[in-house]
Structures are given as structure tokens and as C-alpha cells.
């Protein structure tokens, strides 16, 4: 069964900017239904941004402008590019493979000064 990992959180101030890797453990049928989401203490879980079919993007409102997905398709990755992080971004990222129902154990961003 493939496999979720990902990869890149950790602390950062507000302002500033890191960069989340998501690698499948083998070859992704449709790399299309891949996408982020993220859970913060005490929320449920929410969109963050994810390719739809043609590859198009959606993102959250609360996101647009500031972060961007990505992939690689040659290397079964999909990245999540986080630019001028707020506080609010404080959450456990998950990446998902909707087609499957798949997803990965998470990684944790923090935003503080």
C-alpha cells in the first residue's frame, strides 16, 4: 500500500518562510488527487491546498497568496511552499491521497517569535 511521509516543519517566526515535502512510497496513479491539510489543538481538520483534476489548485482562503503547492512527478512528491507565516499557521500539516483515502502521519509548524 503506498505510503505517506512527510517532511520539512519545525519552528519558525512569524514572517518567515518553510517549505513541506510530502514523498509517496511508490508511484502515484493520478499525483491530481494529492493535497494538503492541516489540524490545529482543539480544530478539526481543514484544506490547506490541493490539486484538482486537469491539476488544477484550490486553496483556503485563509492561504491564498502566501503558500503554494507543488509536485514532482518524477519523484512522487508534492511540496507545500509557506510564505510569510502567521501564528494562526500553527498546526500538524498532513498530506492526503484522496483516491485511496491515504494519509501520512503529519509534520508540526510552529509559528512564534
Known amino acids: 500500500q503506498v505510503q505517506l511521509v512527510e517532511s520539512g516543519g519545525g519552528l519558525v517566526q512569524p514572517g518567515g518562510s518553510l517549505r513541506l515535502s510530502c514523498a509517496a512510497s511508490?508511484?502515484?496513479?493520478?499525483?491530481?488527487?494529492m493535497g494538503w491539510y492541516r489540524q490545529a489543538p482543539g480544530n478539526e481538520r481543514e484544506l490547506v491546498a490541493v490539486?484538482?483534476?486537469?491539476?488544477?489548485?484550490n486553496y483556503a482562503d485563509s492561504v491564498k497568496g502566501r503558500f503554494t503547492i507543488s509536485r514532482d512527478v518524477a519523484k512522487n512528491t508534492v511540496y507545500l511552499q509557506m510564505n510569510n507565516l502567521k501564528p494562526e499557521d500553527t498546526a500538524v500539516y498532513y498530506c492526503?491521497?484522496?483516491?485511496?483515502?491515504?494519509w501520512g502521519k503529519g509534520t508540526l509548524v510552529t509559528v512564534s517569535s
Open positions: 492526503n491521497y484522496r483516491m485511496l483515502g491515504i
Open positions: 511508490e508511484s502515484i496513479f493520478n499525483i491530481n488527487a
Open positions: 490539486f484538482s483534476s486537469g491539476g488544477s489548485t
